[in-house]
């Protein structure tokens, strides 16, 4: 009988791309071996499901704010001048693109549990 405290052992199928990549971040990593590797992940590691349909909603939001700047910009070039209507525009459309920026990022994953 061996004198191991870990006795179960593991055998997992892999493809080439991901014993690519398990490779890649095993390089990394700096562990001695890829059993280290592994086990750091199990007990230290965390998996993510992101949904990106709010992010794409974002990106159709700040696409939107965009074409609005845009259009505040052609009219300030068109007449060489540059009124308190436009300013307060661009401070909204501004304030805008942060509020969704703040919002996106408060989505993300914090790497804490």
């Known amino acids: 009988m061996s004198n191991r405290s870990r006795n179960v052992n593991l ?3 892999l493809s080439d791309k991901e014993a690519e990549i398990l490779d890649k971040k095993f390089q990394l990593s700096g562990k001695s071996s890829k059993s280290q ?3 750091q992940l199990i007990l230290e590691g965390f998996i993510y ?3 990106f349909s709010e992010i794409q909603r974002n990106n159709y939001l700040l696409s939107n704010i965009s074409n609005n700047l845009n259009q ?3 009219r300030i070039n068109e007449t060489r001048s540059i009124f308190q209507s436009d300013i307060d ?3 909204k459309e501004m304030e805008k693109l942060w509020q969704l920026q703040r919002s996106t990022l408060s989505m993300l994953p914090s790497g804490k549990q």
């Open 89 to 91: 525009q661009i401070k």
């Open 11 to 13: 055998h997992i199928f």
């Open 37 to 39: 590797f592994i086990r």
């Open 72 to 74: 505040v910009a052609h």
């Open 49 to 51: 499901e992101i949904d």
